[in-house]
T-cell receptor, first 114, second 110 residues
Framework: ETGVTQSPTHLIKTRGQQVTLRCSSQSGHNTVSWYQQALGQGPQFIFQYYREEENGRGNFPPRFSGLQFPNYSSELNVNALELDDSALYLC?????????????FGPGTRLTVT | SQKIEQNSEALNIQEGKTATLTCNYTNYSPAYLQWYRQDPGRGPVFLLLIRENEKEKRKERLKVTFDTTLKQSLFHITASQPADSATYLCGGSGTYKYIFGTGTRLKVLA
């Protein structure tokens, strides 16, 4: 059984740029959620994708967008990067979309915006 | 707004003792609560899930309770070991979203 993987591991971008982060879900999981975790804080829910459709969204502006592909892998895109976007971005997969299943997290992508 | 709160102060306990971590939720009633362990620089690891109609759940040295009257979940680690030192996150199902607390850092002293 393959776990959740994310790429890249680390990324440095300049304010105003755009970034794409990638996630492969655990085999057999059709649901992917994305989180932003600032230092010393808990994960903040960005959105969830279930069968290629956005299924729920937290309090993040539209410049945070995503995609899910037929193989259930996913991308998180952030446009017009701001300094406050610097954080650990976590992807988690789960068996279904009801927000009641346990989630399996990837190792995260550390994004630094300068 | 829907919120989950955990004690942000670190908890230090002696090896062999029981660690008890608290999770309180406000302005909503989650149908499920989940507990995760997170080590520095790593993604959270799922530990236990408890439903609102379950009072208690156990797994090896771990126990979690769900009190809908107090709007609280307690997470216990019995016979704690230095290897249990980590940040423990409480998360709940919200309305079309997940909500996590800030986590409580546990340090087990040898």
């Amino acid at each position: 059984e393959t776990g959740v993987t994310q790429s890249p591991t680390h990324l440095i971008k300049t304010r105003g740029q755009q970034v794409t982060l990638r996630c492969s879900s655990q085999s057999g999981h059709n649901t992917v959620s994305w989180y932003q975790q600032a230092l010393g804080q808990g994960p903040q829910f960005i959105f969830q994708y279930y069968r290629e459709e956005e299924n729920g969204r937290g309090n993040f502006p539209p410049r945070f967008s995503g995609l899910q592909f037929p193989n259930y892998s996913s991308e998180l895109n952030v446009n017009a990067l701001e300094l406050d976007d610097s954080a650990l971005y976590l992807c988690a997969s789960s068996l279904e979309d009801s927000f009641s299943y346990e989630q399996y997290f990837g190792p995260g992508t550390r994004l630094t915006v300068t | 707004s829907q919120k989950i709160e955990q004690n942000s102060e670190a908890l230090n306990i002696q090896e062999g003792k029981t660690a008890t971590l608290t999770c309180n939720y406000t302005n909503y009633s989650p149908a499920y609560l989940q507990w995760y362990r997170q080590d520095p620089g790593r993604g959270p690891v799922f530990l236990l899930l408890i439903r609102e109609n379950e009072k208690e759940k156990r797994k090896e040295r771990l126990k979690v309770t769900f009190d809908t009257t107090l709007k609280q979940s307690l997470f216990h680690i019995t016979a704690s070991q230095p290897a249990d030192s980590a940040t423990y996150l409480c998360g709940g199902s919200g309305t079309y979203k997940y909500i996590f607390g800030t986590g409580t850092r546990l340090k087990v002293l040898a």
